[in-house]
């Protein structure tokens, strides 16, 4: 009898596995913990055994899943390889660059000055932008869907990543125009810890921490009023008095339309915009085009014009 048990499923099993805990792969995943219990016990019916022991002291692997590991390692590992090859044969073919964002990364003229460079090199390669919404904090890299990323750091999955720093910079406290510390010049971040804040989707935890500020809380959690997860969400969730939220600089006029101000803000850290690709992504194309980045965004912070700093 031959059994079809897809990728998916032998990912799942296997952040079980690691994890010993459902709630916890779930969110390495990126799915709901109901979801990928579901797909287990699914899992399991294919292959007539269970694959974990599941009591109230926890998760364990039973003799069976313990005997799945090492070639579920081996089957993702070569459909791993197999995908680069494709995605090298396909960009070859098209000759294409998916360039993943989830907010505008547009400041000073980095994207035209970056293309300037990168097609002296290349010229026959098109550059595609792609948005990507904030519920993927790896804008398109995690799942193949773009080449490279303008994300915020900290990236999840750090060691599947590499980047560079195109931008480095204060972050602001937005606020409804009539909340009443929106008249002063700037306001310590101690006068807001009890204020509640707007925070991102659970699936980007380190993410969300750091727009949160966690570090600068000294223990204390953070108050949420809403989640939001594009632009649009934001600024209204300010308009409705549901929070307030840290922004980065650049991305200031984004919910400054009306009815929003933003303020510096003492006691927290710069927020830094990277570019950023897959560790194992091979193409020439995509290390020239991050090698235009670093390029371009030590020449904006040379010339004294943007905050941006570059890190390698």
Request: hydrophobic fraction near 45%.
């Amino acid at each position: 009898m031959t059994i079809d048990v897809h990728g998916r499923d032998l990912r799942y099993f296997l952040a079980v596995a690691e994890e010993l805990h459902f709630t916890r792969a779930a969110e390495r995943l990126y799915v709901s913990q109901p979801g990928l219990s579901k797909q287990i016990r699914a899992l399991e019916r294919q292959l007539g055994a269970p694959l974990f022991d599941r009591d109230r002291h926890g998760v364990r692997l039973t003799p069976v899943g313990t005997a799945l590991v090492p070639h579920a390692r081996a089957v993702l590992a070569a459909w791993a390889e197999a995908e680069g090859a494709v995605r090298a044969a396909r960009a070859a073919e098209d000759a294409t660059l998916v360039i993943g964002m989830s907010t505008s990364p547009g400041r000073g003229g980095l994207l035209p000055a970056i293309r300037s460079r990168f097609t002296e090199r290349h010229p026959g390669v098109r550059l595609r932008l792609r948005q990507f919404g904030w519920e993927d904090p790896t804008a398109g890299l995690a799942g193949g869907d773009s080449d490279l990323a303008f994300v915020w750091l900290p990236l999840v999955g750090p060691d599947r990543y590499r980047w560079v720093v195109v931008a480095t910079e204060p972050r602001l406290i937005a606020l409804p125009e009539a909340h009443p510390l929106a008249g002063r010049d700037r306001i310590a971040f101690a006068e807001l810890l009890d204020e509640p804040f707007l925070a991102l989707p659970a699936t980007a935890p380190e993410l969300r921490d750091h727009w949160l500020a966690l570090d600068a809380r000294d223990g204390r959690p953070a108050r949420i009023g809403a989640e939001i997860a594009s632009a649009d969400e934001t600024y209204e969730a300010l308009v409705d008095g549901l929070g307030i939220c840290l922004v980065a600089t650049g991305n200031a006029p984004l919910l400054t339309r009306g009815g929003v101000v933003t303020r510096p803000v003492d006691g927290v850290t710069p927020s830094r915009l990277a570019l950023a690709w897959r560790a194992d992504d091979p193409r020439p194309e995509v290390r020239d085009y991050a090698r235009a980045a670093a390029r371009v965004a030590r020449a904006q912070a040379a010339d004294g014009h943007s905050p941006m700093a570059p890190v390698g």
